[in-house]
């Protein structure tokens, strides 16, 4: 069952950039029943915007513009202010392992933007937050914004259960700023933060995105004639201390089943990603 109806694209942080005033067109929001994609899930919800199109499908309004914390999506960001800030000169720079054994082997080695991304390793991106620091990480998380933008937790966890939250709607508009160079940041920061989102590329098409743990995935399907980004998330807020309950592994099969009877994207099997 399909509901439909209109509201208006609104960026207080760039309101005169070319990119949205092209963006302020009357967007279009349709409602779709989506539940047969989440049987397993009392609560649930995904988020579809086609650019061509300029519209919004929806399957849980309420749950998709409830902010909660990112968990691992926020490395999208935490990419772009690192490289912004100079933490990190670009995609290839080492970070050393600290010795420390992790739960994920994967984890256990030194790593790169890419290949931390690509693993989701999470002491790669708590050292890029330290490195930048609570000031500068402060200022563009306002400058974006980036959800509530409330970082008082620690400075190397504030978006794993802690203060920081966002909503799955306001996941997509942040890719989609991103896909339009129309971030507060360098060109050259977002285009090195595109790539290495890259996980699979299918006839001309390609498929970015990053998971995260209680259950989130969020990214983009580029191909020949438009873009869609997309973001689902299962289950709702975890309460403080409580054990998670899904991983990303499971929004993204979910998500790629989806696209694919959309006749959006086809994807092969790609790296799993669970934080």
Not at 214 to 240: C, D, I, R, S
């Amino acid at each position: 069952m399909l509901a439909m109806g209109w509201f208006r694209y609104i960026s207080t942080a760039h309101a005169q950039s070319p990119t949205l005033q092209k963006a302020k067109v009357q967007d279009r929001l349709v409602n779709e029943d989506l539940s047969a994609y989440f049987p397993n899930y009392k609560d649930a919800t995904f988020v579809l915007y086609s650019e061509k199109e300029h519209q919004y499908t929806i399957y849980n309004n309420e749950l998709s513009a409830t902010r909660m914390s990112p968990f691992s999506t926020f490395k999208i960001a935490n990419s772009l202010i690192g490289l912004e800030t100079g933490v990190v000169k670009d995609e290839n720079i080492v970070f050393k392992w600290d010795g420390l054994q992790y739960q994920f082997p994967n984890w256990n080695r030194d790593h790169t933007l890419q290949s931390a991304i690509q693993g989701s390793v999470v002491w790669y991106y708590q050292r890029v937050a330290a490195e930048v620091g609570r000031t500068r990480m402060q200022h563009y998380l306002n400058a974006i914004p980036y959800g509530n933008a409330n970082m008082s937790g620690t400075l190397i966890d504030f978006w794993l259960n802690s203060s920081l939250k966002i909503s799955p709607r306001e996941q997509v508009d942040l890719l989609r700023r991103l896909h339009n160079n129309d971030l507060p940041f360098s060109k050259r920061s977002m285009e090195i933060t595109r790539k290495i989102l890259v996980m699979d590329k299918q006839n001309g098409a390609t498929f970015s995105g990053k998971t995260g743990t209680n259950g989130w995935f969020v990214g983009y399907v580029e191909t020949q004639g438009n873009t869609y980004y997309h973001a689902t998330k299962l289950g709702k807020e975890l309460a403080p201390g409580q054990a998670l309950i899904f991983n990303g592994s499971e929004a993204k099969a979910i998500t790629q089943k989806i696209l694919q009877d959309k006749h959006i994207y086809n994807s092969s099997t790609t790296q799993a990603q669970h934080f």
